[in-house]
């Protein structure tokens, strides 16, 4: 934890400070097998019995596939509504879903893309794929800014093939330490179990409109979307990443992590060889964690020598709708003088909002078909 704070503070303060930048980090996460407990109240089973009920059987939902996300989230307010949230399902033998099932998918608007022909999870050729597509998103915000990208250390993340490609793109890596996600990684920390919880209060509200207690056919694109859009998309990340040390000042750290490393034992540097290797778990004496260190540091002992007024090279220009700025998260308190069966309710039947006009702004989501790979 403190090489990687170490590094961190050495690219805030001796790398990027006076340059346009941004902090973005993306993880995978299963979002199709998110599903409510059914717990709660129930009655006895004398009372079943006398008056004949029983939990409804819900049928079967085909569109429900093994799907992941790959959540994006960045330190600029103003960017965040345009990073793309990729969803990977997985449809039988890679095919592409019927069309009633993309017309579901584009309905659920932009930044949202759905990529077909994947196993639903992240590989080397999606990750190349999506850097890609977030260097043409920022590029087209701020043609001059620098893109550091935190992730972890994978091997989809951390290999020669997809670093070169992140090199060549003009994006900087710092990666996370290896089984310790938990402490440091924004997306771990601070969004997904939030995301997950709405997820199934979305699911659990759905339940309770129903008539037969049953959640309708494809109900989950909705569902999954509103509230990624609601967790991820609209809100501003910028003072969470501070307190994961990537703020301007290292005092903005948040209280877990001076647990560990206190705030004045951290000094910005990078890491060396032995350092690098030992944070990502991989063995220190190999050709390939040579070159995988040498690739990933090299880039900022790169960009240090550059004047601050150098730029990145360019990516695709998309054309990018005028949005709102994404804004920190509301804590609205109930009244003191609530009666507290409105409260309970409220919180039991909160569900994201209905399509509004700023979704149709943003146009229907994307559906991509991958290529498909020849058989070696």
Request: glycine share 6%.
């Amino acid at each position: 934890m403190h090489i990687f704070l170490n590094w961190t503070r050495f690219v805030v303060e001796d790398v990027v400070r006076g340059r346009p930048h941004v902090f973005i980090n993306m993880d995978e996460t299963q979002v199709s097998s998110i599903k409510h407990s059914g717990k709660g109240l129930v009655a006895i089973n004398k009372v079943k019995r006398d008056n004949l009920l029983s939990q409804p059987k819900q049928p079967r939902d085909r569109t429900d596939v093994k799907t992941s996300l790959m959540g994006t989230v960045c330190d600029c307010p103003a960017l965040q509504p345009f990073l793309p949230q990729v969803m990977l399902p997985k449809y039988t033998k890679r095919c592409v879903p019927p069309q009633r099932f993309l017309d579901a998918y584009a309905i659920t608007g932009g930044p949202f893309e759905y990529w077909h022909g994947s196993v639903g999870w992240t590989d080397s050729r999606i990750m190349m794929k999506w850097a890609t597509r977030v260097r043409s998103v920022v590029s087209s915000f701020n043609s001059d800014t620098w893109i550091i990208l935190i992730m972890d250390c994978s091997h989809v993340h951390l290999n020669v093939k997809t670093i070169a490609h992140l090199r060549r793109l003009g994006i900087l890596v710092l990666m996370l330490p290896a089984k310790l996600t938990w402490l440091c990684q924004l997306l771990d920390v601070y969004v997904y179990s939030e995301l997950k919880s709405l997820i199934r209060s979305g699911q659990c509200a759905l339940r309770l409109s129903s008539h037969d207690g049953s959640v309708p056919i494809g109900a989950w694109i909705d569902i999954n979307a509103k509230a990624i859009r609601e967790v991820i998309v609209d809100r501003d990340w910028q003072d969470s990443f501070a307190k994961l040390g990537a703020g301007d000042s290292v005092l903005d750290m948040n209280n877990q992590l001076r647990s560990y490393v206190a705030a004045e034992d951290v000094t910005p540097s990078l890491p060396t060889m032995d350092q690098f290797a030992r944070m990502v778990n991989r063995p220190s004496h190999t050709v390939i964690t040579a070159r995988l260190h040498s690739m990933v540091v090299g880039g900022f002992l790169d960009l240090q020598q550059l004047p601050l007024n150098a730029s990145p090279g360019p990516g695709a220009i998309l054309d990018l709708p005028y949005l709102p700025a994404a804004s920190k998260r509301a804590r609205p308190a109930p009244a003191d003088d609530a009666p507290w069966e409105d409260v309970v309710r409220k919180y039991l039947r909160r569900r994201p909002s209905a399509v509004s006009d700023l979704d149709i702004l943003r146009g229907p989501a994307k559906n991509w078909t991958l290529p498909v790979l020849a058989e070696p």
